[in-house]
């Protein structure tokens, strides 16, 4: 019914002439808006979050210490409920006990070992630090552009096509972190991660770009970026948007409403305690259960959640891609979130 009514509100625009129609855009814009949200996230890789007692040492084959010292840094600044996640033990003498960890073997090293060497910090994991690289490289490229030569009056007749050189600036920061659980010996966590950051200039700009180590630090943000996230809960802003139309009981669309203003102001208790109550009046509008499934999203209980995004998917007439791409995200969510908790 919803889509069926936006179809003759745009014809009904199309026969009244153009103001009509911008009245009716306005009204339909007025049915849903977007807004930034904070999102409570599980880690991307929940085995790992759950040791949280950990040093952090290199593999051989890394000569650069400052890489270890950084991920140290980055475990130790991750802060969730306001409380240090992880405990970062300091390795007195680490490095004069090579034999005790990092033992290369190629580009593998020996678990057993290096559990040992936790076991004997006392931690109850250990991450060893490889494959670490960064570097600058240019890249050469060309855009076209056009100049004037010929007018007539005021306007442009005649333009002649030309090339300028440009260079793309592109920065990479990337290292394996491996992450070796005492008490199983084994790897729990290891993936590769890379941050990139590039600039591009035309000759004919009066732009410049940023120095080799600024672009190499915006690839070094990126990469511990993915790391947290990967290690550790997390938020992230995300754009969501809010439905307001197609709710018909008129008590339920003023609390929709009402809701609608308090969320505009990110006071999102007061919002979504008004489309609850807007629930009990009309059971089945979409976008009160889609909005009632956002809160849910939004507080971090995603398993009901889920269940007010697919209530939603099944009382819309036609399939609607916000509902979809929120149910899926919030079923992800709640996969990383159970293996967390596990």
């Not at 709710?247 to 809701?259: F, M, P, S, W, Y």
């Not at 609607?320 to 293996?339: C, G, H, M, T, V």
Request: aromatic share 8%; charged share 25%.
């Amino acid at each position: 019914m919803l889509y069926r009514s936006i179809f003759i509100m745009l014809m009904v625009g199309v026969l009244s002439g153009c103001a009509a129609m911008d009245s009716m855009v306005a009204k339909l814009q007025g049915m849903m808006f977007s807004t930034e949200v904070s999102m409570a996230n599980p880690p991307n890789h929940p085995e790992a979050s759950k040791v949280t007692r950990v040093a952090v040492i290199k593999g051989n084959n890394v000569s650069d210490k400052s890489i270890r010292n950084s991920v140290e840094a980055l475990l130790s600044s991750i802060h969730v409920n306001n409380k240090p996640y992880f405990t970062v033990l300091e390795k007195n003498n680490a490095d004069q006990v090579a034999g005790l960890h990092a033992i290369e073997k190629g580009a593998e090293f020996d678990e057993a070992a290096v559990a040992r060497f936790g076991k004997r910090l006392g931690s109850d994991g250990v991450y060893v630090v490889t494959g670490f690289s960064s570097g600058v490289v240019d890249q050469k490229f060309s855009e076209n552009r056009s100049k004037c030569v010929a007018k007539e009056g005021k306007k442009c007749v005649k333009y002649n096509p030309y090339k300028v050189a440009c260079t793309k600036r592109s920065a990479h920061y990337s290292f394996t972190p491996k992450l070796v659980k005492v008490e199983s010996m084994s790897i729990v966590y290891g993936r590769n991660i890379r941050g990139t950051n590039e600039s591009s200039v035309c000759a004919d700009s009066d732009k410049a770009h940023p120095t080799r180590n600024s672009l190499i630090n915006g690839a070094k943000i990126s990469a511990f970026d993915s790391l947290s996230k990967d290690v550790a809960p997390y938020n992230s802003v995300e754009k969501v948007i809010i439905k307001t139309g197609g709710v018909l009981h008129d008590d339920a669309k003023e609390l929709v409403k009402a809701g609608e203003s308090f969320a505009k102001k990110s006071r999102w208790t007061r919002a979504c305690n008004n489309w609850d109550e807007a629930a009990g009046l009309e059971s089945n509008s979409v976008a009160i259960l889609y909005n009632q499934g956002l809160c849910r999203e939004l507080s971090g209980d995603f398993r009901n959640a889920i269940q007010f995004y697919t209530q939603a998917e099944e009382f819309s007439p036609k399939p609607d891609f916000r509902i979809s791409e929120r149910l899926n995200a919030s079923q992800s969510k709640l996969s990383r979130a159970e293996a967390y908790l596990d």
